[in-house]
């Protein structure tokens, strides 16, 4: 290891983002992304995946935990990924991590094997060569654990499992609020080394949508807020920066 | 599937409701109506179901967890929906999931057995050829749970369920809190693909009713709130575009 | 049932209301009726069976759970009310369901008979045909209770026996703050067809009492707060709708 | 009981007060006084008494959970109420309710004898003939009971009790917040007939003392907040009728 | 006791203190200090000793619950009392109430044993003469307690023996919020005759101290918030009072 | 012991802190350095060791409970901080207090063994006469004690043990609000001698960093808050004194 060794950039290629992220997400690491429901957290897990694919050759694997791979295909077809093509092409993979929902038992709290799904993981990231993967998300597999401890250590083994693997890796986790704390349990964003809200703001009965980075550990980028759309045709779409003056305060009057 | 194998929307023919959805409910997924008391939330679930009948030929089916069949009849033919003209002619029918309120016994926590249920669902699908289903409302249900991880999974059992069979679906859920969160539980949104939120909001003495789609999975549609009424005649009806300038400012000085 | 079979109203008589509830109460259903302290909650109660007696010849029964039928009788004398020369008369009569207080035992949670309480009220209906039946107020009871699930499914059973035995009724509850919720367990709400608001909110060192119906379920009503007074000789006055401008901005500044 | 047999007054002669409340507290029944640490609670029940033996030649027994009777006699020196001398004189009693707190034992948690306590104060009615009581204060009995359907139960008991020996009293309880709800527990003043809160608002590094009646069951009272000083010679004095119009808007910005 | 026998006050000479407090503290009496961390308490549990030591020759005990004799003695030392002088000089002495830290064992909750303590500084005081005793902080004691209604007890059980021991006694403990309640537990205040608190409140950046008497009960003190500074030379200094006007409105604004 | 043994500092020589500081932190003893996640605590924690070893030839210790020393060298790396060769030199060691998360078995509530930690600290220390300590951030830790007494308890262990080795330390802890309180469980500020709050305010969309001394026990240092940025080459840097003008006021009208 020498000085210049710091953090290098994987580019996302999701548009618009990478300028506010200085060159991408830090390589090798995980980075947590959180929302309140329907901000795009799902669809920014399937783009980091996709856009890899499209630009960068790099196959990516999927981990669902909540929506099924068929849900999935179907909401990235709105996009036009052609998610079935690619894992034929074994450009994508996808890790199932849903329970079985209709015929599954009881729910056993902090019955979760993470040992099992870890080697599961590792086994489809060298199978197809993954350079990324997305974990979607984890949110219905932290409500399982007694408490907010164990979901820190848990979260805790799985970074260092994708960080052992040596793959880029983006962790979707859920809040409730825009206004109050990070994410679910305030624990999840101590454990990862990087962080990123997306927020969808109601004002003025109007809806405005956000990306903001709240950390990169050890590596610098753009902070506050930055607008973006989910656009039918080309997904997120962070504005140019070109565009970015702050944000009118008006618009913050609470 | 193919590329443009992208979410369809089932028009609801609830007054213009389908000009902010973008043309419809996404077909063959659950959507969830969270309100305070109050919102509409039930004749949303009742309109959904007369709605298709009345203009597309589609048979209903609906799951009454609160109100019995009785009071949602009576309820419905303040709109001039003729509910027990359509049970006899099998457009319309109802899976009582209701506990026998007073002679039943005691609450027995979680034990609700959705298995059961599961299947007077199908069958009642399959006997009259329905296309819809609505669920209306889950509070009471859920109310029986010992904590919202088992919510979550019942939750995601249920639209599992919904799924498989090929239905698009509404289900109902309470929210005691107009300013903070999407649902009682904090969970249900995330279970399920589609989130829909009718507002009551009380502002200078006066109420004025808002309806917003949180988030629709895989597919777009117009954000922030709309303006609708509750007409004696019409149900509801959500004010036709023309009309939809912004909110005025000061009426969320809050 | 046919299609005008849609909801009936039971004027109550006191003054301005039924101008406000387009009517009267929805006819053999339960209104909730909620407020904080002292906001008028066992007033209306009391009214909402003398003025049945006074101007329609309709006979009610009051059940007691907090104050004692002594207690009732002399706030009621207040007002002119002739309770006692009603119980002579057989036009009032108290099913009293206040536990023993001072020689009582041991509080036994969940331990409320509402089977018990069930047949002396319909007892006492048949016993003066009452059409009208007020209780007054639930908190005492609810207190007991281990959960707010279980609150649920007794709300439940009251309700439906008041609906069986075919009265209209008014049931009083709690709740502690004039800005969150709508009652003490926020799920009393959800489980009644009506529901009533009586608000005592202190701005500028000042009290202003206002009565908003939050929903009336499958029927219209008029929606807002409506200024209203306790007056000593003629009880709650809901300010004639000539005088109902909405209420000066300025006063909602929070 | 006749129709004229509406609620009495007990003017308590503490100075200006009796104007707000029309003329005194509800006799015979129990008036819960409310406020946070040093808003005048003890002094109220203190004055309550004394008033009454210095202008009415009425009795009073004054039941001390607190405060120890040598405090109170020291705290009522101040204001030179003699109570030592009245105490000679048999106009004033004191009921000692404080545990021994020194050399006493643990903390038994719902062990509080409210049986005992009902003797030894009907006991001390009777020997000096009281026309009024005060109970100072029952935070810290309430703080034993294991939660608030208890305290419930047991205030209504103590009520009871008051009510049946016939006296009017005073009943002080603590709130720890000045901008929500009435009391600690959030059910005191629903088993009360009659409450009154004392504040003690900072405003502008500023403190100000206002006294409101929440309410008095069954008849009619001044609504809103009055000024009101603790004076080194006077005692509470609430501001003459005359200097009262309503208090600057300025100051209740929050 | 005869009726000009009211609450005599001790001077504190702390600087401009007993201008505010009319005097100074209630003689014989416990005060509780409370405040968020860095707010001075320590401070002025050092300060109410020295200068007792200094300008009054009041020896002084002070009862260390969280910080150890060396470093009050060097904390101390930087405002330049010369506490192991005052030590030699049998003006001052410590009772040492800390736990063993680090060698000490398992936190036993509720296993504190004031009786022992009582004795020790009962033992203390009468050895050196002390008029004064300060303990700081109950806080670290009291997090030992299983519920609030312990620390209600017991800190009745101390300022009881406090008091027959005969000493003027500073209690100081914490609060965690500058806008809510007055203590950690919401009962501290109730217990004790007199509160003070002191606040640190942050205003557009800036710090701003200041102290506040809440209640002297039975006598009379100067109300509202009153600015101070902490001088490296001259401790505590209250501004003197020609120069407190009302403090700038604009800087409440919350 | 002398009467100008007060406490003496430790330059940090962080850009810009010493001069806020008054000459640094209090020697010889610890500083709670809090912060919500990405505000620069592991940062500080480096920087604070990192200065000292390229400014004063003092070796020091950087104990990790969450980041694993490959991390903090890298993340340090970015910085030119050259971690590895001063560890070479023995100017730095670390002591890994990471449990080993992958592997690692079940989350033992309570069950961290801070004496054998307190063991390997000293032996670090003493390995290579450290002057200086980091630890971070405690937070993990502390997430598996039961209770905020326990953390009391610990923290106050810690402390204890790195006074009685000599060193002066920083110790990194969690909060997840930037408004209220200080710390995630309320009482680690009130353990520790010295607490400095690092802030990362979202105002207007964008972020804006400050560095609050709020308390050096026994001692002075400058009030309210700083700002600071972290710049790629400089890291912590904060404000020169002669731009430090009051914050505008505007930003803080929340
Ligand atoms: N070399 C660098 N150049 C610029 N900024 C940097 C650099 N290193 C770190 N930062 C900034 O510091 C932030 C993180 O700092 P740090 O890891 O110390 O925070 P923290 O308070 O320890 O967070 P956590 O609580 O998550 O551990 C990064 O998000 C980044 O904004
Ligand atoms: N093809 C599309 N065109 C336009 N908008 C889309 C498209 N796909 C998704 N969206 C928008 O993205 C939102 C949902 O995104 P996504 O499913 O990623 O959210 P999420 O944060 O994962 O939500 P949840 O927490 O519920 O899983 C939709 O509500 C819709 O507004
Ligand atoms: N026929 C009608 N004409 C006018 N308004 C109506 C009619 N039917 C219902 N409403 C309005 O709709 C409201 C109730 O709607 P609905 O029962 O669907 O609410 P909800 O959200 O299901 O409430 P809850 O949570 O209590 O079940 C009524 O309060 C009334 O204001
Ligand atoms: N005869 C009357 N004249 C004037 N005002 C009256 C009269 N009777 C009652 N009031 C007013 O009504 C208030 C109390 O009303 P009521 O007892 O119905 O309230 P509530 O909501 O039932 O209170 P609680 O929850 O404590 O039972 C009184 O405080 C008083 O202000
Ligand atoms: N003789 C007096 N002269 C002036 N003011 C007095 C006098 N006696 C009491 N006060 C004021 O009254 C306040 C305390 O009143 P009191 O003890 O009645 O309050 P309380 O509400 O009972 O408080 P707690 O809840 O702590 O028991 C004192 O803080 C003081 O400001
Ligand atoms: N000699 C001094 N010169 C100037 N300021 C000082 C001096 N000593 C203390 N201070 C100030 O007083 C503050 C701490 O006071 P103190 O220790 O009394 O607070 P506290 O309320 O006891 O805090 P905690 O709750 O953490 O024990 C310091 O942060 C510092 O700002
Ligand atoms: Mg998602
Ligand atoms: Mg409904
Ligand atoms: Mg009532
Ligand atoms: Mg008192
Ligand atoms: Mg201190
Ligand atoms: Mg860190």
Tied chains: 1, 2, 3, 4, 5, 6.
């Excluded at 199978?127 to 990324?132: D, L, Y």
């Excluded at 993967?133 to 805790?156: C, I, K, M, T, Y």
């Excluded at 990070?182 to 624990?187: A, L, P, T």
């Amino acid at each position: 290891m020498t000085y210049n060794d710091a953090i290098r950039r994987l580019p996302t290629r999701i548009n618009g983002l990478d300028q506010v992220a200085l060159g991408g997400l830090p390589e090798g690491r995980s980075t947590l992304v959180t929302g309140t429901t329907g901000t795009g957290k799902t669809l920014f897990a399937i783009e980091f995946l996709a856009r890899g694919i499209q630009h960068l050759d790099q196959p990516g694997v999927f981990v669902n935990f909540e929506e099924r791979p068929e849900d999935v295909r179907r909401n990235a077809a709105s996009l036009s990924f052609p998610i079935e093509q690619w894992e034929r092409d074994r450009h994508w993979a996808f890790v199932d991590a849903t329970a079985d929902a209709e015929d599954g038992g009881e729910v056993i709290v902090g019955n979760y094997d993470f040992g099992g799904l870890a080697s599961r993981i590792e086994h489809a990231v060298r199978g197809i060569g993954a350079v990324r993967v997305s974990l979607d998300s984890l949110g219905a597999v932290f409500s399982r654990f007694p408490n907010s401890a164990v979901v820190r250590q848990e979260l805790h083994r799985i970074a260092h499992v994708l960080n052992r693997i040596g793959v880029t890796s983006v962790i979707t986790a859920e809040r409730t609020s825009e206004y109050n704390g990070v994410s679910r349990y305030d624990v999840e964003e101590f454990v990862l080394d990087n962080v990123i809200i997306l927020r969808n703001v109601l004002a003025d009965e109007r809806r405005r949508r956000t990306v903001e980075i709240v950390k990169f550990r050890g590596t610098t980028h753009r902070t506050g807020e930055w607008l973006f759309t989910i656009d039918p045709k080309h997904g997120i779409v962070v504005m140019p920066l070109a565009f970015l003056t702050p944000l009118a305060v008006a618009s913050r009057t609470r």
